[in-house]
Every structure is written in structure tokens, then in C-alpha cells.
């Protein structure tokens, strides 16, 4: 496992605690949402993070449906695990790409903001289709291009500018990778999945201010590694840059940004 996709430490309570509400809760909310009215008795979650979507589907569905939380990192688990404690949710360490589960045991897999983390995606999305019953769905999320994302892309632009001969570059190269879906969908197609839909969604982004969004990018995701790599003194510096650049441009206190992301279906 590279740096890109090590999410331990301080990591995991920071991500939950200033990334989840800025960015991802929006985004849970509307994955849940859309297994509304679908017949599931068991459900999967790949790369499910610190359980943002967990819990929203723990919310959403009938009592009787269960759900299969897994990731890759232990640590998310953890953090998981003590937001949320729940005899229909099971939290378990497994690969997306290589399920530790019989095939066809379940109504729905939904992966929500995991695929870039991925090394092998054509792998992760024929491990998805074989764990699912034909005519289960395979739902899934990725970030639009970084632009579209406001928040995010002017604290990379001011990160970047403290490091000029060499940035740090994974929230544009890993997060926001699959802004074009359209390779998605021919790997979809191409693992076996009968028909695949995609869905632009746009949403607002909240904070209460400049330094919280800051803190959950700079010092909540594998973004830190980066920064700590060129200079393990400046992480601190590099969170109050963000923090400033994005003041200058939403705002003191309360502030609201673009959000932008796609959402892929797939019926099996």
C-alpha cells in the first residue's frame, strides 16, 4: 500500500471530524437515497472510509436489511466502528479487489468516492458483479474534475504555491482522477455489468469557516504525506495557506462552495 492510499494516525478522527461534514454527507444522503424502493435483504460497502454512507444507510433502510462495511484501512474501521455500533452493520477489513465473500450474496454494492484508490479497477468492478445476485446494482461515486469543486481547488492552488519545484499533487491526481466517467463505464461494461447510467450531481458545500475546511484536507487525508514528505516542519504552515486562500475567496465565518460529483449505476 503506497502513502496515497494510508489513512492511519491522526488521519482517520480528522477526516471523520472536519472532512466527512464539509464534503461527504451531502453525497452519503444521496447514495442512500437511491436505494429507495429497491428489494435488498443484504447490502456491501467497499472502501466505506470512516462510515459517513454507512450510517446514512443504517438511517435510510428497512430494519431488516443488513450491511457489509468494509475498507482497507483498519484505522477508518476503527473510527467507524465508534461512531457507529449496530447489529445490522458488520465492519470488516477486505480489498475491493479481491472480496472475501461467496458470489451472489448481495442485493447492492455501493462504493462511494473509493474507486480512484483502486490500482486495479477492471479487478474491484468484476469483484463487485460476482458478489452481487443478477439484477443487483452496483452503485458508485467519483468527484468531478477539481475546478468543479471549489473548496478543493484553491486550497491545492495554495498548497502548491509553497512547494513551486515540486507540489504536492494527490488531491488532483488520486480524488478528482476520474472527472472523465467514461473510461468507468467501458470497464463496467467490459466486467460484465448489463447497463450502466451516469448522474452529474452538484451539491453545497458548508463550513463554519476557512481553517475547518482546511484542516480536513491538509491534515485529514493522504494530502499530509505529501506535504510532510517535502517538509515535515510546514504542515502547519500549509494548513493556515489553505485557510487563507480559501478566507480570501468565500469568506470569513460561515462559508458555501460548489460541489460537484458523478454518480455511476450498474444492474447486473
Not at 504542515?235 to 460537484?260: C, M, P, S, W, Y
Request: charge should be negative; include cysteine.
Amino acid at each position: 500500500m503506497d502513502s496515497d492510499r494510508v489513512f492511519r494516525g491522526s488521519i482517520p478522527a480528522l477526516y471523520e471530524e472536519y472532512l466527512v461534514p464539509v464534503q461527504f454527507e451531502t453525497y452519503a444522503q444521496e447514495m442512500a437515497a437511491r436505494l429507495h424502493g429497491v428489494p435488498l435483504g443484504r447490502v456491501l460497502e467497499t472502501a466505506a472510509g470512516t462510515g459517513v454512507l454507512t450510517r446514512a444507510m443504517a438511517a435510510a433502510l428497512p430494519a431488516e436489511v443488513t450491511i457489509e462495511a468494509t475498507d482497507l484501512n483498519q484505522p477508518m474501521l476503527d473510527e467507524a466502528a465508534r461512531r457507529l455500533s449496530s447489529r445490522r452493520v458488520s465492519w470488516r477489513q477486505a480489498d475491493a479487489q479481491d472480496l472475501p465473500f461467496p458470489d451472489g450474496g448481495f442485493d447492492a454494492v455501493l462504493c462511494q468516492f473509493g474507486a480512484m484508490f483502486f490500482s486495479d479497477r477492471p479487478r474491484a468492478f468484476a469483484e463487485a458483479r460476482r458478489v452481487l445476485r443478477p439484477g443487483g446494482r452496483y452503485l458508485l461515486s467519483v468527484w468531478d474534475r477539481i475546478e468543479q469543486n471549489e473548496f478543493a481547488d484553491v486550497m491545492v492552488n495554495a498548497v502548491a504555491r509553497l512547494f513551486p519545484e515540486d507540489p504536492p499533487t494527490f488531491t488532483s491526481r488520486i480524488p478528482h482522477a476520474l472527472h472523465d466517467t467514461r473510461p468507468l463505464v467501458a470497464e463496467l461494461k467490459a466486467a460484465g455489468f448489463a447497463s450502466v447510467a451516469v448522474e452529474t450531481v452538484e451539491r453545497t458545500s458548508t463550513a463554519p469557516d476557512a481553517r475547518f475546511v482546511a484542516i480536513g484536507k491538509c491534515q485529514g487525508t493522504p494530502l499530509r504525506h505529501e506535504i510532510e514528505a517535502r517538509d515535515a516542519t510546514r504542515l502547519a504552515e500549509a494548513t493556515e495557506a489553505a485557510a487563507a486562500a480559501v478566507a480570501a475567496r468565500f469568506g470569513d465565518g460561515a462559508i458555501r462552495g460548489k460541489l460537484q460529483a458523478h454518480v455511476l449505476t450498474a444492474i447486473r
